[in-house]
């Protein structure tokens, strides 16, 4: 055996413990698991698209400043539990609305598509990029 074996065994060991504590503390807590998988479902893709075209990170400021009022005007906080009930109502009304929300990799690729994304997902992005500026994801 090698030190690079070695290094390479710790590493994984490491890696797969850090992939069942973070496991396990989303199983703990729904409204982090709500908003991880919230952020596979829209964020990541809406939130990069934002960072490359300002007009559109703009919308989603907006959005956010929107998410955070709502918030505010209902006497929740901007916490996981307060993000991952709006979102969740979000997600709700789009799909009674036959507009559901797109799952973990199935989200618009390209900046020109958010650009012309529907309210809700603007809004959930919105949300993402909240729980991420708050360090809950």
């Given amino acids: 055996m090698t030190n690079d074996f070695l290094a390479a065994d710790a590493a994984a060991d490491t890696a797969a413990d850090t992939a069942a ?8 807590d729904p409204a982090r698991a709500f908003l ?10 809406g939130l990069s698209a934002a960072l490359a075209h300002p007009g ?8 956010a400043a929107a998410v955070r009022e709502s918030l505010r005007a209902a006497g929740r906080a901007a916490d996981a539990a307060g ?4 979102g969740r109502s979000i997600v709700a009304a789009a ?22 994304a529907e309210w809700h997902l603007l809004r959930l992005v919105a949300v993402c990029l ?8």
């Fill in 21 to 28: 504590a973070l496991a396990a503390e989303l199983a703990a």
């Fill in 36 to 45: 991880d998988d919230l952020m596979a479902r829209v964020g990541v893709d």
């Fill in 56 to 63: 559109l990170l703009a919308q989603v400021d907006q959005h």
């Fill in 83 to 86: 993000l991952a009930a709006y």
């Fill in 95 to 116: 799909e009674r609305m036959g507009r559901p929300v797109p799952a973990a990799g199935a989200a618009y690729a390209s900046t020109p598509a958010w650009l012309a």
């Fill in 130 to 137: 909240i729980a991420e500026s708050a360090g809950l994801l």
